[in-house]
């Protein structure tokens, strides 16, 4: 994970997110970000255990952010009715190739912040495993937040991952630059900024769970998903052999939601149930049920 915006994206400046965005992505290989790197690989175990706590084969499951469709083909072969949105026109062109022959997988071309082509209440679980990297304004956040909740039905899971600020620095920026990171990521002052030219926004995780305090969902978890594990990969001695791999993630997955370690993970999942709606025994002007 990169925090900064490139050399070539500072000579050729870009001016909306979805420029940034598509810039970056543009450049990068994303579709194997999950297999490549052991915090990659555990990012994606853990993240699809939790997935499984939720959903079941029969799920209906929107994934916003889709990516190159490695949780979405995966779901959908699992037998789950997968719809996949993405922003990015070459990571789509890969899913769509990824998912080929899969009947139950449908992939889109759209933004978080606007899923007006689906109806409300349509999915049973909604995955956001991605946009909130790249939302910057209070509006845009509270547009994607309400939007997933939206097209979930109620009783329904959202899982929504986002990056803790305090894992950029170390993952980034204790092999040099501190200084510019810290810049880039806090003001003068240590409050955590948030804006476009970052390409990726981290958060404090008490930060990131007050957005949804006036939202209509229960908080089920916090977790987080790779551990401080992008941090220490580049070290020559870092070592985890395939014989330890499965204990390892096992022994990772039973404490990811441990407040004390939650910090120095780099990606992490927000899961919360979308609160089911009350009747009130007589609705509007005393006229039969209404909703409380």
Not at 33 to 61: C, N
Not at 129 to 134: A, I, K, N, R, T
Not at 218 to 238: C, K, M, N, Q
Request: glycine share 8%.
């Amino acid at each position: 994970m990169a925090s900064e915006i490139t050399e070539e994206q500072k000579k050729n400046p870009v001016r909306t997110r979805e420029e940034i965005v598509g810039s970056f992505y543009a450049q990068s290989d994303e579709n194997t970000r999950l297999q490549r790197s052991r915090h990659g690989q555990l990012e994606f175990r853990t993240t699809m255990a939790y997935i499984h706590r939720y959903a079941t084969a029969r799920s209906k499951v929107l994934e916003v952010g889709a990516g190159t469709g490695r949780y979405s083909v995966a779901l959908a072969k699992e037998g789950m009715h997968v719809t996949a949105v993405e922003l990015a026109e070459r990571h789509l062109a890969i899913l769509r190739e990824n998912g080929r022959g899969l009947d139950n997988l449908r992939a889109y071309q759209g933004d978080a912040t606007e899923l007006g082509r689906f109806p409300d209440g349509a999915f049973d679980a909604t995955l956001v495993l991605g946009p909130m990297y790249h939302l910057y304004t209070p509006e845009e956040v509270d547009r994607a937040i309400d939007e997933a909740i939206r097209v979930t039905k109620s009783g329904g899971v959202l899982l929504f991952a986002f990056l803790s600020v305090y894992a950029i620095m170390y993952a980034n920026y204790l092999y040099g630059r501190w200084a510019f990171g810290q810049e880039e990521n806090f003001t003068e002052d240590y409050r955590v900024k948030h804006y476009k030219e970052q390409l990726f926004t981290g958060y404090d995780v008490a930060e990131f769970e007050r957005l949804f305090d006036e939202k209509p969902v229960e908080h089920l978890a916090t977790a987080g998903t790779d551990g401080p594990l992008e941090a220490l990969e580049d070290r020559p001695d870092f070592c985890i052999p395939d014989e330890d791999f499965d204990a390892f993630a096992a022994w990772h997955l039973a404490f990811a939601e441990k407040r004390e370690l939650l910090g120095e993970t780099s990606h992490l999942l927000y899961i919360c149930r979308k609160k089911e709606r009350k009747f009130s025994e007589r609705g509007v002007h005393g006229c039969g049920p209404g909703v409380v």
